[in-house]
C-alpha cells in the first residue's frame, strides 16, 4: 500500500524554526518526485517545495529547506524564521514524473497532513 507519512508539526513561536517529515513506503522511493504542500485557513493549497525541479515558493524561498534522505525513505522540510503566515496544515506528496509544476493536480499521492501553528 502506497503511504506517505507526514509528522513534526505543532506550535511554533513567530521567528522559530521546524522540521517536519515525509517518510514513503509501498512503492519504490526513486520512482517517485516528492512534494510539500500547504493550505492554510482559508486559502487554496498552494506548493511550498517540489524537489526535482528545487521549487520553492516565493513565499518561503530562502527559509524553507528540502533535504532528501533516500535510504530511510524520507523527506525532510526544514523552515525558519516562521510567521503566522506559514500557518497551515503542510501535506507531503509523490509524483512518478519529475519534471512537472510544483501544483497539486500532479500529484498523485498524499499523506495525511500535519497542521504547523505559528503563534505567541
Known amino acids: 500500500e502506497v503511504q506517505l507519512q507526514a509528522s513534526g508539526g505543532g506550535l511554533v513561536r513567530p521567528g522559530g524554526s521546524s522540521t517536519l517529515s515525509c517518510q514513503a513506503s509501498?512503492?519504490?522511493?526513486?520512482?517517485?518526485?516528492i512534494g510539500w504542500f500547504r493550505q492554510a485557513p482559508g486559502k487554496e493549497r498552494e506548493g511550498v517545495s517540489c524537489?526535482?525541479?528545487?521549487y520553492y515558493a516565493d513565499s518561503v524561498k530562502g527559509r524553507f529547506t528540502t533535504v532528501t534522505e533516500s535510504a530511510k525513505n524520507t523527506v525532510y522540510l526544514q523552515m525558519k524564521s516562521l510567521g503566522p503566515e506559514d500557518t497551515a496544515v503542510y501535506y507531503c506528496?509523490?509524483?512518478?514524473?519529475?519534471?512537472?509544476?510544483?501544483?497539486?493536480?500532479?500529484?498523485?499521492?498524499w499523506g495525511q497532513g500535519t497542521l504547523v501553528t505559528v503563534s505567541s
Open positions: 509501498g512503492f519504490t522511493f526513486g520512482d517517485y518526485t
Open positions: 524537489i526535482a525541479s528545487t
Open positions: 506528496a509523490a509524483a512518478p514524473l519529475a519534471y512537472i509544476p510544483c501544483t497539486p493536480p500532479y500529484y498523485s499521492f
